[in-house]
């Protein structure tokens, strides 16, 4: 029996916020990378009201609905201009109504990745992460990528893209996402592993050569094998002492795309996103794929 599950292929969440758009030219320049369809997808939230409909509501729901077709059109021209008509990829919209995060949720059962805005249109318009980004990183079934308007330089496709790595099993598929858009993008790779998650230096009596020496020798074990699977790939190896979130932030200055995994070597193993990996999707001045194991 042939497989009847739609291929959503780099799937985009949409709401007209410059976040939104900023999301689309990301995606755009993915999928010509990954020569795969572009899918954005609108989700109109329903009213619940307990009296009776009114004028005031039927209109409302008709404003949605033309709320919804005007910010599909506008992210389709977002990204037509964001690459040239020779790579453009396939283009598919879907206009779906219930939940947002319940939506997404399903449909990345279907998609290669799921890219949103760092925030949208919520009504907390200074929150750092939207409460939909943040909800999704947690439950969507396919790496997910936080994009943001105006932090990716023009000479972007000359930077590394730079992975956090905490030498766990669960970090391994973040790994591998890492390593593929390396090759894919024809750029370095920065390994960062940091020795604690929290600020540990310098204390007393611990000499942190000795916690490097170990560093670079994990970082070596993890990467032995994809470095053998990705010749093409060089990679720069980073050890730090202590708390990695920071490190990330500041080297996602230089990045053109930062790797972290969904949770690592946290003593809470119940926890679908560790704290470094929210902090980094909250404030990393480039896009963050977070890929859950």
């Not at 396939?90 to 998609?111: M, Q, W, Y």
């Not at 999704?136 to 932090?151: D, F, Q």
């Not at 000479?155 to 970090?171: R, Y």
Request: proline share 5%; aromatic share 6%; with cysteine.
């Amino acid at each position: 029996m042939s497989d009847s599950s739609p291929d959503l292929g780099i799937l985009v969440g949409v709401d007209g916020s410059p976040e939104s758009h900023a999301a689309v030219r990301w995606a755009a320049q993915e999928a010509v990378l990954r020569r795969r369809p572009v899918t954005l997808m609108h989700v109109v939230t329903p009213i619940v009201v307990t009296w009776p409909i009114d004028t005031v509501v039927a209109n409302f729901y008709e404003w949605q609905e033309d709320n919804a077709q005007r910010v599909l059109k506008q992210s389709q021209e977002t990204l037509a201009a964001a690459v040239s008509d020779s790579t453009a990829p396939t283009v598919n919209v879907e206009l779906r109504h219930d939940g947002i995060v319940p939506e997404f949720t399903e449909a990345s059962k279907h998609a290669d990745l799921l890219v949103l805005g760092s925030r949208g249109l919520g009504p907390v318009g200074g929150a750092v992460l939207g409460s939909v980004s943040r909800a999704l990183l947690h439950h969507a079934h396919c790496p997910t990528v936080i994009a943001k308007e105006g932090v990716v330089p023009r000479d972007a496709g000359a930077l590394p893209v730079l992975l956090g790595i905490d030498g766990s099993p669960a970090s391994e598929n973040a790994t591998a996402f890492a390593f593929d858009e390396a090759s894919r993008r024809g750029a370095d790779l920065v390994a960062l592993h940091a020795w604690s998650d929290v600020a540990v230096f310098p204390i007393l009596g611990m000499d942190w050569h000795q916690y490097e020496q170990e560093g670079h020798e994990i970082l070596a074990e993890r990467l032995a094998g994809w470095q053998e699977r990705y010749p093409d790939v060089h990679i720069r190896r980073r050890i730090v002492c202590d708390t990695p979130a920071r490190w990330l932030i500041d080297e996602s200055r230089h990045s053109q795309l930062v790797v972290v995994g969904s949770r690592g070597r946290g003593g809470i193993a119940g926890l679908l996103l560790g704290s470094v990996s929210t902090t980094v999707a909250e404030s990393a001045l480039a896009p963050v794929a977070v890929v859950r194991g």
